[in-house]
């Protein structure tokens, strides 16, 4: 669902209760309220017993009291327990839509606590689903929020889960990072059931891997602290992953062993929920019955697990369990018959309210895009002029005292550009669509250009930098190093913004090292104003800022953290703040970077420099452009390559131009007085199909590429572009040797 979809439903829901709450008493809420607890309370009962329906019940009791209460909070924590209900029964589609309803309505009550539960059951659905990198997300964002609140066994599950998707999803190597975090956090806590859970899925991680001796070590290892501890279902999982490693040894009786093992254990486990899990008659009626689980199982002989049980017993537990089975089912579709007839008519009425705020959310996304789409033209036309400036006066022999000043200029213009591009796509950055593109690059020697660039707005904050670079780690990566770059210029950025007259560090420390996967931490600390306790929950989400004061005082738009969180996550990282008001910030990320071998500098090719005038003579190029500044560029440019060029001003003076002239190149802008750009490609295509035609632009070229395509562009830039990418794209046109 959109975001702006979203939002309007998300108003739509509280606007329609709201009303409610006021028709009520002081006396009347607190009975709500009262109901409320006492609905989750027996709802949650049911759930430990498995009394599915009966908790559902329990939970549509509790939704009905807390929209009565308008209170957000309740609302989101009963939808999240009835996705969870859901996903136990198995509507999974259900229970999909439910758990996301829920995380809409938390994440507008600022529930980070439900939240993240309810983040961790939307995995458990979409791993059962078999949607393991959704599963990933979900299971991440849960983690992140666990360790925000120092919650170290719902951490530490969270990212037990975080592993089992990895491992899902063939990547063994991350799965072992996350189960390894696992151990270690349980040996320190001594959760000993996520031990021994952590330490059996290790063993299938390693044996993917191929490492099955190891593999085997940790399985066993945790399958003793699970016999030890009587913890049976991580003993039953255990058992089904140690048949499965024996078998790849080539260990086949143990693999039957531990397989026989499995199946007695699983069998014995169902036959004592269904015999404890049935309800017992009190005053006439059937009530679910209070069981203790624990001590149920605890009646369990391990050491007979492998042998035969009495088959007259068996027979008398099945013969129970299905009397029972049939006594619910018939309740059941009594009370479902009921309940579908209420729910038809509420279904009705809000399906059609749905459709009305879809078809507003829907004008609401196609208005927003048109903005984005105006915005990126308007930056991007003076960015174009900036940039392009810079690159002559560089080319034109600057006094020396003035080249450091333009490389500035020109690596802020460059920085700008994907600036922009990070503001009017932070719906991808949310959405996970931002690719990484990776490449060799000396990670120091990158750090240290981006301290120098941003040096001269520290000195006029009187602050010094200084960059501390791990001798232990190696300086090159294979890695995004362009994202990389934007993360430490907003965090620098931001801390030069907040400081005056003091000092900021930049630091980049070794965590550890797995054959050539290097764990690396980047700091950037400050001693300026700091940010208080309370503003720094909500730090990285978008438009924050430490407060309205501050914001008139340092100004910036409040997307620059929520910047760097998404492109921290991206980069399968993570971020977290250090600070305290009045004595200073430090942002610590940590990424991993692949090891690469020595960078290659890559030298500069000037495709036309080596070319006689005379080769060159009878080549025109047209440039069609509305801008001066523009054209004045564009024009330069093509002039130091030694090529003659024409320039007009709009579509209709372009298609004439190329009627009755013959050009070898067209360099097209797209928005113009007249027609566009796209309208006299397609004209020009009628009467000529082989011109090379650019589409030199400043709109999104994703927003514009199959437009492009049936237009008949020959090839597509956008500006400000690269120099050298230009020049080798028209040299290629040209087809010059």
């Not at 024996?246 to 039957?256: K, T």
């Amino acid at each position: 669902m959109p975001k702006l979809c979203k939002i309007f439903y998300i108003l739509f829901l509280l606007v329609g209760v709201s009303g409610n709450a006021q028709k009520f008493s002081p006396k009347e809420l607190e009975v709500f309220r009262a109901k409320v607890k006492e609905n989750l309370t027996n709802a949650q009962k049911n759930i430990d017993n498995s009394y599915y329906f009966e908790a559902k019940g329990n939970l549509d009791n509790a939704l009905n009291n807390a929209i009565k209460l308008n209170n957000n909070k309740k609302i989101g924590l009963v939808y999240s327990k009835l996705g969870k209900v859901e996903y136990l029964l198995g509507m999974h589609n259900q229970a999909t839509s439910t758990l996301i309803k829920a995380i809409e309505i938390q994440d507008l009550a600022k529930d980070k606590i439900n939240i993240a539960e309810t983040y961790k059951t939307l995995g458990d659905v979409y791993m059962i689903i078999n949607k393991h990198e959704k599963a990933l997300n979900y299971y991440k964002s849960a983690n992140t929020i666990f360790n925000q609140k120092g919650l170290n066994e719902y951490e530490t599950e969270a990212i037990l889960k975080k592993g089992l998707a990895q491992l899902a999803l063939e990547d063994a190597e991350n799965a072992e990072i996350s189960f390894n975090k696992v151990i270690s956090l349980s040996l320190r806590f001594k959760f000993n059931k996520l031990l021994s859970s952590s330490l059996i899925h290790l063993g299938e991680a390693q044996a993917k891997k191929g490492n099955l001796g190891l593999a085997l070590k940790n399985a066993n290892k945790g399958l003793a602290i699970a016999k030890e501890n009587k913890m049976f279902d991580v003993l039953n999982a255990g058992y089904l992953t140690l048949s499965n490693l024996q078998e790849a040894d080539g260990s086949y009786q143990l693999a039957n062993k531990y397989l026989r093992l499995h199946l007695k254990l699983s069998d014995s486990l169902n036959n004592l929920k269904n015999t404890f899990a049935a309800p017992e008659r009190k005053n006439g009626f059937l009530v679910a019955k209070e069981i203790d689980y624990k001590k149920a199982t605890s009646k369990l002989n391990l050491e007979k697990e492998a042998g035969s049980s009495s088959f007259t017993q068996l027979i008398t537990l099945l013969s129970i369990a299905l009397i029972i089975i049939l006594s619910l089912l018939t309740l059941s579709l009594y009370k479902n018959n009921i309940i579908r007839l209420k729910s038809n008519n509420v279904l009705q009425k809000k399906n059609s309210e749905l459709i009305t705020n879809k078809e507003r959310a829907e004008l609401a996304s196609i208005t927003k895009a048109n903005f984005l789409s105006t915005v990126t033209h308007e930056l991007r036309t003076p960015l174009y002029a900036v940039t392009g400036l810079t690159s002559m006066l560089l080319d034109e022999d600057p006094k020396p005292e003035q080249v450091q000043h333009l490389k500035s200029l020109k690596f802020s213009g460059d920085y700008l550009l994907t600036f922009i591009n990070d503001i009017l796509q932070i719906n991808k950055i949310e959405a996970n669509k931002v690719e990484v593109e990776k490449e060799v690059f000396n990670l120091k020697k990158k750090i240290a250009n981006v301290v120098s660039a941003l040096n001269n707005s520290a000195v006029e904050n009187n602050i010094k930098m200084h960059f501390d670079f791990d001798q232990r780690l190696p300086h090159n990566y294979n890695a995004d190093q362009i994202k990389i770059s934007q993360i430490l210029i907003n965090l620098i950025g931001n801390s030069i913004k907040f400081t005056k007259d003091g000092d900021i560090w930049v630091r980049v420390v070794k965590i550890n090292e797995n054959n050539g996967l290097f764990n690396i931490r980047f700091e950037v600390e400050d001693n300026g104003i700091g940010i208080s306790e309370e503003k720094q929950e909500n730090i990285f989400e978008s438009f924050s800022q430490g407060s309205i004061q501050i914001n008139r005082k340092y100004g910036g738009t409040g997307l620059g953290l929520s910047i760097v969180k998404g492109l921290v996550d991206i980069l399968k990282g993570k971020i977290y703040l250090k600070s305290q008001l009045g004595k200073g910030s430090t942002f610590f990320f940590e990424l991993p970077l692949k090891f690469a071998e020595e960078v290659l500098e890559k030298k500069q090719i000037r495709y036309f420099k080596n070319l006689s005038e005379t080769a060159l003579n009878n080549i025109k190029i047209l440039i069609v452009e509305d801008n001066k500044i523009n054209q004045m560029i564009t024009k330069k440019i093509l002039t130091k390559m030694k090529l003659n060029c024409e320039v007009v001003e709009n579509g209709e003076d372009a298609v004439k131009k190329v009627r009755d002239n013959k050009y070898d190149v067209v360099l097209m802008d797209i928005h113009m007085p007249g027609i566009s750009g796209i309208d006299a490609t397609k004209i020009i295509r009628t009467f000529n199909k082989e011109l090379a035609i650019f589409a030199l632009t400043a709109v999104t070229i994703e927003d514009k590429m199959v437009e492009f395509e049936e237009a008949g562009f020959t090839e597509i830039i956008s500006k400000p572009f690269k120099h050298e990418d230009f020049e080798k794209k028209l040299f290629e046109a040209l087809n010059l040797k």
